[in-house]
């Protein structure tokens, strides 16, 4: 049997999870108040949607077992530059670079889970969740290129 919109649940929460501790590691690296207040809203944010996909799973208002056919986000933890993927003495720079593909590839899950929903309610959960981790990635694109340099902070 395949893997379910409950397995792709589980893999979303793992995700958020991972992310949390990839933000927290960046939060140790900067001693910058703005970017520390930043990356501990983001942990406060992916904190928040850990919540969320828990209690969702704990109500099991839909079908679970709807067939998910995109097997490639079931690697989302570890395809996704996780924390696992950073050197141990890595930058804030290269810690923003990993959240940005981090949270590209969150989008990608939640709108894959909005696609295999069936319950309304839960589509349009998903399809938020799609939005937030779509607006972490453009946060994060301006902070890191404004780190780099390349960016004015005209935004």
Partial sequence: MGRTLDDLLGVAIDHEIASQRLYRRALERTTDGPARAFLESLIEEEQGHERTLRELREMAIWDGSVPVDDEDLFAAPSASHGEDGVPADAGLDT???????????????????????????????????????????????????????RLGDEM
Wanted: no cysteine.
């Fill in 95 to 149: 810690l923003l670079a990993f959240a940005i593909r981090r949270e590209h590839r969150a989008r990608m899950l939640f709108e894959q889970a909005a696609r295999a929903a069936r319950h309304p309610e839960l589509v349009s959960l998903f399809e938020g969740l799609a939005r937030e981790e779509a607006q972490h990635h453009r946060d994060i694109e301006g902070r890191f290129l404004r780190q780099q340099g």
